[in-house]
Nanobody
């Protein structure tokens, strides 16, 4: 059973940056594709980014492309989401996810493991 713990959320002004971290335990980290999703109040959960097991391939949602970067450290068993040029519409709870599927991409149902979430609030 993989456990995921996010950190790094907070309040930031529009145009600012944050880096989210997700520390994992309970499994072999390099066996999982790792993703980030977010959910704003009153909205459905939304795919943000995913990274493959080796860390050399990523998919990023169009809404954050060019501003957000996902990366991973298979020694530290941690995945990161670097968020630059933040906008008020990026305000949401951000969730770290893990999937053992080789080709898991944008579907929330492809990820059986979820963290508790970390709040990101971007003020205008």
């Amino acid at each position: 059973q993989v456990q995921l713990v996010e950190s790094g959320g907070g309040l930031v002004q529009a145009g600012g940056s944050l880096r989210l971290s997700c520390a994992t335990s309970g499994g072999t980290f390099s066996n999982y594709r790792m993703g980030w999703f977010r959910q704003a109040p009153g909205k459905e959960r939304e795919f943000v980014a995913v990274i493959n097991r080796s860390g050399d391939n990523t998919i990023v949602a169009d809404s954050v492309k060019g501003r957000f970067t996902i990366s991973r450290d298979n020694v530290k068993n941690t995945v990161y989401l670097r968020m630059n040029s933040l906008k008020p519409e990026d305000t949401a709870v951000y969730y770290c996810t893990a999937s053992p599927k080789l080709y898991a991409t944008r579907g929330a149902g492809e990820y059986p493991y979820w963290g508790q979430g970390t709040q990101v609030t971007v003020s205008s």
